[in-house]
């Protein structure tokens, strides 16, 4: 990997640990911090001396977004805010080990010096602790229980982690540590509980997990771990504070969209080069929840949106979910209402935004189906797909359908002269799309292409015939797997295409070779489990979030055994697979695995951010954050404010890479289902988070 002060920075990490009770006890005096006319800075001291680790968080109203930029005191104590909008300003501290300080009111070239409040107590303390630490607390059902759960203790951890609960929010912030108002009187915590899964229009499919799919065990255990926590029971474990890079860090959030909605996913670049559309706007992608597509103006802090149509007036739309039972927050209000349900956007080398959104019903076009001339229905027809395409041209503000015979989820494009638009989101074929020659011809049906995901179990090299996923494999056939991609990623150094494989215990991985059509696949090895979001570097490293609470690496190169034949179904290339814990608490019945409970994993590739070519980012989403993992270090980002931030996806981007750590970062949008859940409660919107990294924490 390239890095930038990376080296030093990870050295004072590894001699820092637990330095904020050092740093409290330096006896040198704090030097002077040099600002800007549009900087703030100063020095933050307690009854203990200087504060070393700690957020000051500067926050305004003033502008036409929520705009709050947090930074990191060094090891003196000092801070500085650069390049603050002009507005008026309240600025304060929040760290571990403190109660939240008074807040100060300032404006941009101001010295504020600030006065940290050391914890009355430990509870006091624990309230800004990451949510992980919290979440750590509950217990687990014993080995008879499980019995009740299709593939075990590690099941139970998948679903209740980065497939199931965590899927969808942050668990362990405040909200979900305890019982909101207005859910009702109950006997039980375990029936307020079985009660509040089933509110709101997601309540059935929230009910149905829990009680089909897991026993009924987690209302069990989220009761007693409501009820210690209400009695006054805090977590044990005490989290560190940032040090080394952590402390370079500045972060700036602001708010888009409404307060009903939810942001699976943003793009503000092309993927392949992060320099289209510097300093331009972002979209978002408010998957289930409205058919506004948000728009962010990062420079003049302004959010708009942009109405997505569908080409069918009978397009089901997500309004007609049921409200199981009132919501505590929205009572039977049916709040979400799209059409579009898009999911994931992403720009093309020009900056047009390429969208996973739906068009129609489910039922394909003709040209889908059994008897079609379109090549890729004669090898495997399809008669449904439940999302498809869709392109908004910004320079004419121009939404142009397009019909898929797949599904689609996430999209990623190929480095190849067709730009080709690989998809996800359809369990038994992998789909793309021609854009070069859509553009140009506006001819979706001759644009695309799927595929089945056949592997070469008989070991030719070519597709051939094959058994069907439920049968046997057959020395003289290929065997055809329903793996649909959840992740889908291009591989830029041989033009194959990997996907994630999530939904199933324990996960896995596949390789699609478009020159052959033909499939690989690769289980990862215990203690890993739980494929989730995934990535690709440059080199053709798979990076993936496992529920299990590491980060996992796949190298092809390092297997040993054939890669196709009889054997070749998923176990044969455990070599292949390298475990990176992620940091974190773990639950007391699971020592050697971190609850944290990664969404997703994106790589770096183009250094956007200021840490090397190909760092993997994976989601922190029980550290309010993500996590970098930068020569075998994991480095958090995290936001300590407003708490409950949690993530799905995101991107990189070089608005100037000329301009230094300034012209650099990663955007990363809000993807809770419960934008108000966070600590600022309803009325809250969903934000989005600028990260970059200067080269120390006091650099303009």
């Known amino acids: 990997m ?25 006896t040198e005096s704090p030097s002077s911090v040099a600002i800007d006319d549009d ?28 705009f709050v930029r947090i930074v990191v005191t060094d090891d003196q104590g000092r801070y500085l805010v650069p390049d603050l909008p002009t507005a008026n300003y309240t600025v304060w501290v929040r760290g571990y080990g403190l109660a939240d300080s008074d807040k100060v009111d300032a404006k941009p070239g101001a010295h504020v010096d600030l006065t940290a409040v050391i914890a009355p107590d430990a509870a006091t303390a624990a309230q800004v602790y990451p949510a992980a630490y919290w979440y750590a607390m509950m217990d687990l059902p014993d080995d008879a229980e499980l019995e009740k759960v299709r593939g075990g203790r590690n099941a139970y951890l998948m ?22 108002e207005g859910i009702g009187e109950f006997e039980s915590s375990e029936e307020a509980w079985v009660r509040r899964i089933s509110s709101g229009q997601a309540g059935g499919q929230m009910a149905r997990q829990a009680a089909q799919l897991l026993g009924g065990l987690p209302t069990k255990y989220l009761a007693d771990w409501t009820d210690r926590i209400a009695a006054g029971e805090y977590p044990s474990d005490v989290p560190e504070r940032p040090t080394g890079i952590e402390r370079n860090v500045v972060a700036t959030v602001r708010d888009w969209s409404n307060e009903k909605a939810y942001m699976h996913d943003l793009s503000g670049t092309d993927r392949r080069d992060p320099t289209v559309n510097g300093y331009g706007p972002l979209y978002g992608a408010p998957e289930l929840s409205t058919d506004e597509i948000p728009i962010l ?51 093309d080398q020009v900056g047009r935004v390429w969208l996973t959104a739906r068009v129609r019903g489910p039922s394909t076009p003709a040209f889908c189906r059994e008897g079609s001339e379109h090549p890729s229905a004669r090898l495997y027809p399809t008669e449904r797909s439940s999302r498809q395409l869709a392109m908004l041209d910004p320079e004419t503000q121009e939404y142009t359908f397009i019909d898929t015979c797949f599904g689609t989820h996430h999209l990623q494009f190929a480095y190849d002269e067709e730009n080709t638009l690989w998809t996800s989101g359809d369990r038994q074929v992998v789909g793309w799309l021609n854009t070069n020659l859509f553009i140009e011809t506006g001819d979706a049906a001759a644009a695309q292409g799927w595929s089945p995901l056949v592997l070469d179990t008989n070991g030719n090299g070519r597709l051939d015939e094959w058994v069907e996923p439920d049968e046997d494999v057959n020395p003289e056939l290929d065997k055809r797997v329903s793996k649909g991609f959840y992740a889908v990623m291009p591989n830029p150094a041989d033009g194959s295409v990997w996907g994630s494989n999530s939904f199933a215990f324990p996960g896995s991985i596949t390789r699609y070779d478009p020159e052959t059509g033909l499939a690989e696949t690769y289980n990862p090895p215990l203690p890993g489990f739980g494929v989730r979001g995934a990535d690709i570097d440059t080199n053709g490293v798979v990076w993936t979030s496992l529920g299990s609470g590491h980060l996992g690496e796949f190298d092809r190169s390092k297997c040993k055994g054939p890669l196709n034949g009889p054997e070749a179904t998923g176990d044969h290339c455990p070599e292949g697979w390298t475990l990176h814990d992620l940091p974190g608490p773990a639950f007391a019945e699971e020592p050697g695995l971190s609850v944290e409970s990664s969404y997703y994993t994106w790589v770096d590739q183009h250094d956007s951010l200021g840490l090397g070519k190909n760092v993997p980012i994976a989601t922190g989403n029980l550290f309010d954050g993500v996590h970098a993992l930068v020569n075998g270090e994991f480095v958090t980002l995290r936001i300590p404010y407003p708490l409950g931030f949690y993530t799905k996806g995101f991107e990189g981007r070089i608005d100037d890479p000329d301009a230094g750590w300034k012209g650099r970062g990663i955007w990363v949008p809000e993807g809770d289902r419960t934008p108000w859940l966070k600590e600022t409660g309803k009325g809250s919107k969903p934000i989005v988070v600028h990260f970059q990294v200067r080269p120390d924490p006091l650099a303009k």
């Not at 009854?47 to 977004?65: F, K, Q, R």
């Not at 982690?161 to 942050?170: A, Y």
């Not at 007609?320 to 505590?328: D, F, H, L, N, Q």
């Open 159 to 180: 679903w209740m982690k980065n497939m199931g609960c965590v899927g969808c929010h942050q668990m362990g912030q405040r909200s979900t540590r305890t019982l909101p």
């Open 297 to 347: 103006d990062p420079v003049a802090n302004t959010s708009t949106v942009f109405h997505a149509p569908v080409r069918d007036d009978d397009t089901p739309t997500t309004n007609s979910a049921p409200v199981v039972a009132p919501s505590p927050y929205w009572g039977d209000e049916a709040i979400w209402d799209s059409k579009a349900n898009i999911h994931n956007p992403m720009l």
């Open 39 to 66: 900087d703030i800075g100063g020095v933050v001291t307690s009854t203990n001396g200087p504060e070393a680790g700690v957020w000051v968080i500067a926050e305004t109203n003033d502008l036409g977004t929520m």
């Open 2 to 26: 390239e890095t930038n002060h990376v080296e030093d920075e990870l050295a004072t990490m590894r001699t820092a640990r637990g330095s904020h009770v050092v740093d409290r006890c330096q």
